[in-house]
Antibody, heavy 117, light 109 residues
């Protein structure tokens, strides 16, 4: 099944940047799509981005397109999310998830991003 | 990428059955058999309960079942137990992205 551990969440000012990481273990990372999903305080889940096996094909929610970049390093079993031009509405817990069955089969525990001055 | 529509709340007594609906469009729920459901307890990460409309991952009790008709998917929890009290989210593939429902808070009375 595997395990995912996110890191990199922090308090950042509006307009700032942050890079999240997600370390994968217990499964063949290079064979799976990977996702980022976020959850604002007290709100529901929102899909953010997806990357395919080798990092060539990516997809983004309209709300982050042009500001966020998903990438992966299969040699390090690590997924990334580079977040630029951050806004208050980007404040959320960010989860990485293993793509299985056109769904999110395994989730990390999440890392918190707060955008505030 | 409008969110799928779920009722904000649902409830049932222990042992009863509850069904949660998830309504989308022909561009998401109705167009693909890639509807999944997630359970989330307070302060915890989501957990997948159903994938591809009606399949259960290993370890998920068979009290949980899924179905779909047209643009509406459903999650049924039979034989309600106290530990089923949680938030439930549906999710659908849209051909190029994914979209979640707003979530349903299931209360076990």
């Amino acid at each position: 099944e595997g395990q995912l551990v996110e890191s990199g969440g922090d308090l950042v000012q509006p307009g700032g940047s942050l890079r999240l990481s997600c370390a994968a273990s217990g499964f063949t990372f290079s064979r799976d799509w990977m996702h980022w999903v976020r959850q604002a305080p007290g709100k529901g889940l929102v899909w953010v981005s997806r990357i395919d096996f080798d990092g060539i094909t990516t997809a983004y929610a309209d709300s982050v397109k042009g500001r966020f970049t998903i990438s992966r390093d299969n040699a390090k079993n690590t997924l990334y999310l580079q977040m630029n031009s951050l806004r208050a509405e980007d404040t959320a817990v960010y989860y990485c998830a293993r793509g299985q069955w056109y769904a999110m089969g395994v989730w990390g525990q999440g890392t918190t991003v707060t955008v505030s001055s | 990428q409008s969110a799928l529509t779920q009722p904000p709340s649902a409830s049932g007594s222990p042992g009863q059955s509850v069904t949660i609906s998830c309504t989308g469009t022909s561009s998401d729920v109705g167009g693909y058999n890639y509807v999944s459901w997630y359970q989330q307890h307070p302060g915890k990460a989501p957990k997948i309960m159903i994938y591809e409309v009606n399949k259960r991952p290993s370890g998920v009790p068979d009290r949980f079942s899924g179905s779909k008709s047209g643009n509406t998917a459903s999650l049924t929890v039979s034989g309600l137990q106290a530990e089923d009290e949680a938030d439930y989210y549906c999710c659908s593939y849209t051909g190029s992205s994914w979209v979640f429902g707003g979530g349903t808070k299931l209360t076990v009375l």
